[in-house]
């Protein structure tokens, strides 16, 4: 058996945070610029400027160094590499297109997009954004994984003698190279998709969507944003316990899952 785990931190997580104050994305403005500065560009899509975080590389370096400790020898770490390298890298920056094609639908102008370790930033001006309008943009994200999931389905059935699935019974390295690549990718792309969409935590998509749901009942901005406070707290504690103990067990990548959450945790 090939052995393939689903990743360990579903990557991908795209945030919308107004252009006009950089400071909120990443909890404080001294940690924005850090990582501006520790980025280059990489070009634009759509009229969009993208940049990626030189550390990103780490998360593939993390990929290989689990498989190399798997029974799948080097194919293993080739696999790794392709898919934590650049195909979860397309995967993230369809995922932020998706945020900025309905950002520009409500009539809000992106500023730019950060593909760092921990995934992807969507950097969005968006004044006086509605609630209903703040759905609509956080949700069509995670939506991207919807046809991208259709996509590497087709592209397995008709590499895996019409069998679509997500368990690696009867897989091999050497003889279902391609397939494992479109399982770990169907598991990638289910994993982000998920995260974002069910995940109520400070700032990921869904805590977009919980706040915005909030204000549509009447809630008040104070009252919502004590909720979601309330929320983020236990989910930071359950990341960091996953870590802790994928790391015990010995998940060379369980080191994402106590960034995400450190992360997610922000400025005491």
């Known amino acids: 058996?090939?052995?393939?785990?689903?990743?360990?931190?579903?990557?991908?997580?795209?945030?919308?945070?107004?252009?006009?104050?950089?400071?909120?994305?990443?909890?404080?403005?001294?940690?924005?610029?850090?990582?501006?500065?520790?980025?280059?560009?990489?070009?634009?899509?759509?009229?969009?400027?993208?940049?990626?975080?030189?550390?990103?590389?780490?998360?593939?370096?993390?990929?290989?160094?689990?498989?190399?400790t798997s029974s799948g020898g080097m194919l293993a770490v080739l696999v790794a590499v392709i898919v934590s390298g650049p195909l979860v890298l397309l995967t993230v920056l369809a995922h932020e297109m998706g945020h900025v094609t309905a950002a520009r639908r409500c009539g809000f102008s992106p500023d730019h997009i950060l593909l760092w370790p921990l995934g992807g930033l969507a950097y969005i001006s968006k004044d006086s954004i509605t609630p209903k309008e703040q759905i609509f943009v956080?949700?069509?994200?995670?939506?991207?994984?919807?046809?991208?999931?259709?996509?590497?389905?087709?592209?397995?059935?008709?590499?895996?003698?019409?069998?679509?699935?997500?368990?690696?019974?009867?897989?091999?390295?050497?003889?279902?190279?391609?397939?494992?690549?479109?399982?770990?990718?169907?598991l990638n792309n289910i994993a982000m998709l998920l995260f974002n969409l069910l995940v109520p935590c400070i700032p990921l998509d869904c805590s977009n969507i919980l706040v915005s749901l909030l204000l549509l009942c009447g809630c008040q901005a104070t009252t919502a944003a004590q909720v979601i406070v309330a929320v983020s707290i236990p989910v930071v504690i359950v990341l960091v316990g996953l870590g802790i103990w994928a790391f015990a067990a010995g998940g060379a990548m369980a080191s994402l899952n106590i960034m995400v959450a450190l992360w997610l945790r922000g400025p005491p």
């Open 138 to 186: 956080s949700v069509m994200g995670p939506m991207t994984h919807i046809p991208m999931l259709g996509v590497w389905a087709v592209v397995m059935f008709f590499v895996n003698d019409g069998r679509v699935t997500l368990s690696t019974h009867g897989m091999w390295y050497e003889t279902h190279f391609v397939a494992i690549i479109c399982l770990m990718m169907l």
């Open 1 to 68: 058996e090939v052995g393939l785990r689903p990743p360990e931190c579903p990557r991908g997580l795209a945030f919308l945070r107004p252009a006009a104050r950089p400071a909120a994305a990443f909890g404080s403005a001294g940690t924005e610029m850090d990582a501006e500065k520790m980025s280059f560009p990489l070009g634009s899509v759509a009229g969009v400027p993208v940049r990626v975080h030189y550390f990103l590389p780490i998360v593939a370096g993390l990929s290989a160094l689990s498989a190399l």
